[in-house]
């Protein structure tokens, strides 16, 4: 993006998050996903993770506060070490 571009009246400037993901827990497909900010929707997506899970990620977050590391997911129930495996390389804090 050319932050010295003028813009016109009415023009509308779409910025991406700092980050990408990370910033606003979605940004580009293949960017890894913020597990702090992260929708039920977005972590469905993640491999071994429908909507059950995605939810439990949530209730875990909600009950416990952001994540501190990826591998705090091993406490999420429905969550083992297969699954983790799977879907770390897609997570970010």
């Known amino acids: 993006m050319n932050l010295a571009a003028p813009l016109a009246d009415?023009?509308?400037v779409v910025v991406a998050a700092r980050g990408g993901a990370g910033a606003s827990g979605g940004g580009e497909p293949g960017s890894p996903l913020s597990l702090n900010t992260a929708t039920a929707?977005?972590?469905?997506?993640?491999p071994g993770v429908g909507p059950v899970t995605a939810q439990k990620i949530l209730d875990w977050r909600s009950a416990h506060g952001p994540?501190?590391?990826i591998d705090?997911?091993?406490e999420v129930d429905g969550i083992g070490e297969k699954t983790l495996a799977d879907m770390a390389a897609?997570?970010?804090l």
Do not use: N
Request: proline share 0%; aromatic share 6%.
């Open 10 to 12: 009415g023009e509308q």
């Open 41 to 46: 929707e977005q972590l469905d997506a993640l």
């Open 67 to 69: 994540f501190t590391a």
């Open 72 to 74: 705090e997911l091993l």
């Open 90 to 92: 897609r997570l970010t």
